[in-house]
């Protein structure tokens, strides 16, 4: 009798030393992935560029450029990780049922996750406009922005099975009640990347015949884009009227009289001013007159004070310059005291 006693009593002994146990044994694996997966979103989103860096970007930099696509890839992908993630909270969070710490947790890195898709896609969507606007002539391509609308657009689809899911959820009376406290993004359109293609088409209208390849899961996208390119060239402002004629400067040989306002009968010479002669440009303003000379020279007058005699005279005076540019010697034409 005594033994018999003794091995009913076993059992409940067992229970106390173990304590209860959980409705379903959890997923350790999955645990630990989820855990790896976070850690990692939360790297890339720690990378968030200053605004200093996205100013060196849209100048061009080239370092700045170089570090700003490692990012913005990097971001997208921790969008896609976020999307797995808070789909593989749900799994968890039914294997955790009965277990209220394991609960806890799975709701914690659900909304933890949301929360760091939200920061993925303001850090990359920054990254996109300022690569769109950098001077640098391969920042960015079409198809790099392609590809990031698309993750968008994985993302919010998720977000609509997520809805669903949890909706039926909380209508079954066999769900785990813990699914309840599941909230899912909302149903609005992700706007990111869009104006970061605008920006790009406006500063690359040659490649606005990329668009007509886009298939049909970013048509919505597609014609937002078109609507804003038509609206900004719209509000474009008009160009500056032409300048009049007495305000060109002439172009002759060095023997015109400095006083003739009428341009020559020849059509004007094609003048690449570079170099020296766009530096003097630069500092001194549009000159009284430009000249060619033989050899391929061409002169830039400008009035100014130069010594003459132990006095300053207003002096006309080349100077003149190679076909590169290079500033090759100048010369006083004329003084009045």
Request: overall charge neutral.
């Amino acid at each position: 009798m005594r033994r018999n006693i003794l091995l009913l009593a076993l059992p409940a002994l067992s229970a106390c030393i173990t304590g209860s146990q959980p409705a379903h044994e959890r997923d350790q694996r999955l645990v630990r992935e989820i855990a790896q997966q976070q850690r990692w979103t939360g790297e890339a989103v720690a990378g968030r560029p200053a605004a200093e860096e996205l100013d060196a970007v849209r100048a061009g930099d080239a370092d700045a450029v170089s570090d700003a696509r490692k990012r913005f890839r990097r971001l997208l992908m921790a969008v896609d990780r976020t999307v797995w993630i808070r789909e593989a909270e749900v799994r968890a969070l039914r294997d955790a049922q009965g277990d209220a710490l394991a609960e806890d947790e799975a709701v914690a890195g659900f909304d933890r996750a949301g929360r760091q898709r939200t920061d993925a896609f303001a850090a990359a969507d920054d990254l996109a406009k300022a690569l769109a606007d950098s001077k640098s002539k391969r920042a960015i391509s079409l198809d790099d922005l392609r590809r990031a609308l698309l993750t968008a657009q994985k993302a919010q689809e998720s977000e609509q099975r997520l809805s669903k899911e949890l909706s039926r959820a909380s209508r079954s009376a066999d769900a785990p009640l813990a699914l309840q406290r599941l909230t899912p993004a909302t149903a609005s359109r992700n706007k990111a990347f869009v104006d970061a293609v605008v920006r790009y088409l406006t500063n690359h209208p040659d490649e606005q015949y990329g668009l007509d390849s886009w298939g049909s899961p970013l048509a919505n996208e597609r014609s937002q884009i078109r609507a804003a390119l038509a609206d900004a060239e719209a509000n474009r402002p008009p160009p500056n009227p032409a300048v009049r004629n007495e305000e060109v400067p002439t172009i002759g040989s060095a023997g015109d009289d400095l006083e003739r306002s009428e341009p020559p009968p020849s059509a004007p010479q094609q003048l690449s001013v570079v170099g020296d002669a766009k530096k003097l440009i630069d500092k001194r303003g549009t000159p009284k007159a430009i000249l060619t000379r033989e050899g391929g020279l061409f002169a830039l007058r400008y009035d100014e004070e130069r010594p003459c005699g132990i006095d300053r005279c207003e002096s006309t005076v080349d100077y003149v310059f190679d076909s590169s540019g290079k500033l090759v010697r100048d010369e006083i034409v004329s003084q009045k005291k």
